[in-house]
């Protein structure tokens, strides 16, 4: 092979060995991306409930008696993970009934929590882009059903948890806590 054909050829070997290493691997998908969001905003959310201090769980943000309190917010959190994981796992909601956001000491609302967050756990990790497209039906506050896809709840309870964390970041605020989401990273 005469010396012109090695060099192109070691050239376009060169070329595409560095052009491999420099792309960009594909994107996650709606699901992949999903479960990460919902693993971040469940820490974020047990890590403030658990440093918030037990005297304020029964603080309201101002005297309107009809925003929750901090923990009545921690309650209705579980509540709802349980209300919506159970309908997109096809379950009798093991809590229906229980009204946890009527819980009152830190102690029995974080485990409320933290057994809400397990339970929703299992059915984050093992949805798929297929088994998330599957169409299930839930009963609106109303009692009519509706018939949803999977991936379309998860994402009402993941928008719901974020939303409340929000709240959770004004309250822990109040009192100059600093929440778990604007944390110095831990090395």
Known sequence: MNKSISAILFGLILTASVAAQNQQPAPPSSTTFLKNLYRGNRGEISRSAAKFPEEFYGMRPGPQTEVRTFGQLVGHLADFNYLWCSEAKGEKNPMEGKALEKLTSKADLTKALGDAFAYCDSL????????????????????????????SLLLLNY???????????TYMRMKSIVPASSEAPQQ
Do not use: F, P
């Open 124 to 151: 984050y990790s093992s949805l798929t882009d297929a088994s998330g497209q599957e169409v299930i039906e839930i009963t609106q506050e109303d009692g009519r059903k509706r018939r949803i896809n999977r991936l």
């Open 159 to 169: 928008g719901h948890n974020e939303h409340h964390y929000g709240n959770i970041i």
